[in-house]
């Protein structure tokens, strides 16, 4: 989201927790993230804006023990694919959040 894009200007500190759900497996990343507009790997990524990169700093795994068990059914619409238009969420289209949302880059230009 690009809120935590915003968040990673401000401080580059970041904590992801990885939850694998059909295997129930954690793994917890800490480390310092930087946004990259121009990085080499945008063109591998069909409608990316920025690329975000992170440095390492503790890589662990955590206990699973009380991961519920999932299956996956299907993958989202929403990854964007070449070749299709990558459709707008309905909470994109709220009022409430249209004053925080980035206007979308206009393809003609």
């Excluded at 809120?3 to 401000?10: E, W």
């Excluded at 069909?46 to 390492?56: E, K, L, P, V």
Aim: aromatic share 8%; proline share 7%.
């Amino acid at each position: 989201m690009f809120l935590t894009a915003g968040n990673i200007a401000a401080n580059h500190e970041v904590g992801l927790l990885l939850i694998d759900f059909e295997n129930p497996q954690r793994l917890r990343i800490h480390g310092t993230a930087n946004i990259h507009i121009n990085d080499p790997l945008i063109s591998e990524y069909h409608d990316a804006q920025y690329i975000i990169r992170i440095t390492i700093r503790n890589l662990f795994l955590n206990c699973p023990r009380y991961i519920h068990r999932f299956q996956k059914v299907e993958q989202s619409g929403y990854i964007p694919k070449k070749g299709c238009e990558t459709p707008t969420p309905e909470w994109k289209k709220l009022d409430v959040v249209q004053d925080v949302l980035p206007k979308k880059p206009n393809k003609d230009s």
